[in-house]
């Protein structure tokens, strides 16, 4: 990874002593903090910012983002630092927001099937308070994240198969913009007509045209049944064959993730669990007693006539927790494969009629390549990821991966895909952005200009301005 | 209703004879066909366009749009004529694009379950095509608009309570730019965090930022089992109450639709019906056969709790066809009841927690006004209605009107809920939309600016530039 090429200037004293005096010890300059707050889940390389700022309401954010303005100096804001495209990297300087004390839950509504809470709440601590009302909030991207975090990088993850990823369930974003002045992105009613789209803006667009404070989320009442399943496949081809046929044949399924026999191996070993090494599915069925068994039905016999081994069952709380933490440890336990590697997560989504030769097409690719790697995927919504282990001392290895990175992309640009259905564009993926969105760019490129003038909102992000 | 201050000119002869030298017959200046092109079916007054451009391609629009930035002249994209806020009105005269011989269907993705087509073809000729191969498109204004016109107003409809409105179920656009360049919104991908939305900022833009030529749809498989019924409620809080109860309750209802006594008596008029005259509920169950019976026999115990009669079940594909018509025409049929009347219908759509209260103190306020007025829904999303049955030569009946809806829709944002659900802003809900929106009405005048610097496309509507 080439380092992007950076004019960056210091913040200023005067600014920094400003904050200091409105914030105190919330203002931090220190080496380890700043370090800390440049740096993202991902091989990317890290950028410290020069102050970092914990805030606990929104006003603060005001302030902090009319003082900035003031001094011509970048903000960055960072929820919980899970991302993987070097979303919170200060490329500039400047100061980062860290909302991770904003993390109160402000209205539960139980009639109305939604809920507002501040930007640094994650989607495990909003669970877990949910937990007695019979609602839950499904979008989960395996990172405990924040969910203003989650709402800027459009976040999905394993279910959203089934209940959509976050450009579906924000309903409202409280959002400060780049001159301080706060908005309201739209009112709780369900759906609306009224004037442009901002909600939809504003989630995915990575902290550049401002920052997001409250967010306000769909729920939905916990399924009377949850039934969970693994089942091995004979081939890659044939799993993911089944995964479009159930895809096709409406069942509702919640949740069907893909792992290769390299993955598999990798969570057997970190998750210490028997599975067979084997291109394999995971399952969540969620509805009616009677729903899930017919769900059940017809996708087992899809998977018969596949080839699939027998589905191991997870019924209980407790084994569906295991099975499921599994899958999201994945990413961890393909990097604990190989001692001392970095991961390089990327990920690609195609209509879900070019899956399988995008993924065959692909397995080929990391089958003659030097470095080990790893899939698995969102498969029933078409996306899938790689993670690639390097050694971040071998540039070679980087080079390796980029190349097979370039390849994958490219090959899923040219079946009607995108360069990221999940991960977001961050700065790892600007000109793969280019080469999907061509002239469409520039489009948001204008939005950028009228919105952020002063090019102050996380700098160097998503396009080049 | 007060028309707004215009300041117009009539289109330069040099740009008529440009795009009469390029479209020939197919550029009409008749004052019928601009007087037809300039109103829709409201009750706003109609504004014709100076010229009517009956387009057959992208780089037809490409070429009129790049013309008419030349020559300063506005731009008014035309569907079918179907909207009610007054979206169609030349309201500085200028050029009229008729999309509507854009009808070609350009691909259905049968394994995708998607299709793309041309702006101009309207959503019964699309469930026409579609008739052999298993699927359909959900989204159900009630008029047989065009699919480009439903994706410029993000129309929802009927079952927009299972499916979603236009927002959720258009994957791309193709646009035509205020300065000619085309863009494609999004790739085929079922999602993506590839920067801005600018698939969702295009949906809902009413014309004002650019041109839609083509637009590219999710589909569905046409249930295993549909079944539609009508029941009728003692009072009108029993039938909200069943409605908030249902959607509380997680079934997946694919309809669930009020009408009010006053809407039932115009309907059983105007298309030989026999319901009785009551508040009722129109409901239609989708899934496979167990699950509708499921979903059935649930709302049957909701209904029955608040005292409602006994359902009347229309099974056969004839007997839904006629169901629906009877409700689909509750508008025509309002208007027939009053002979000489034109139609003020408004919308509101409010979180599902206010909607009893808000449909009651709506109730009440039409018990005691002049004007004859009856209320219909998309009740399951929070969404309805009121059709106000006015004598256009009547000032006075215009004024009680204006008030009505300025109560209701005050009313629903006091709940949180929107100026529109369905209908969108046109000329007729700018001032709503300031109430709604505040400070974030700047913003959409912001990206308005941005991309439509020269303010030429369907000026005068959403907002005021």
Known sequence: MIAPVLLREPAKPALLAALHQRLGDRLSTSAAVCAQHGKDESYHQPHAPDAVAFVQ?????????????????PVVPFGTGTSLEGHVAALKGGVCIDLSQMNRILRVGTE???VTVEAGVTRKQ????????????????GADASLGGMAATRASGTNAVRYGTMRENVL?????????RVIQTSRRARKSAAGYDLTRLFVGSEGTLGVITEVTLKLYGIPEAISAAVCAFPTIAAAVDT????????????RIELLDEAQMEAINKYSKLDHKVAPTLFFEFHGTTAGVAEQVEIVNGIAAEQGADDFRWATTQEERSKLWQARHDAYYAALASRPGSKGWATDVCVPISRLAECIAETKTDIAQSSIPSALAGHVGDG???????????????IAEASRLND???TRALAMDGTCTGEHGVGYGKMDFLCAEHGEAVEVMASIKRAIDPQNLMNPGKIMRI
Chains 1, 2 share one sequence.
Request: hydrophobic share 45%; proline share 8%.
């Open 172 to 180: 409202a974003l409280t959002v400060v913009l780049p001159d301080g």
């Open 243 to 254: 995964v479009i046929l159930t895809i096709q044949s409406g069942v509702p399924v919640a």
């Open 57 to 73: 309401n929104t006003d603060e954010v005001v302030e902090i983002v009319r003082l900035c303005a003031q001094y011509d100096t």
């Open 126 to 141: 909003l669970n877990e308070y949910l937990r007695d009302t019979g609602l839950f909030f499904p979008v989960d991207p």
């Open 112 to 114: 109305d099937l939604d």
């Open 383 to 397: 996306n899938f990821h790689l993670i690639f282990m390097i050694d971040p001392n071998r540039p070679e290895e």
């Open 407 to 409: 390849r994958m992309v």
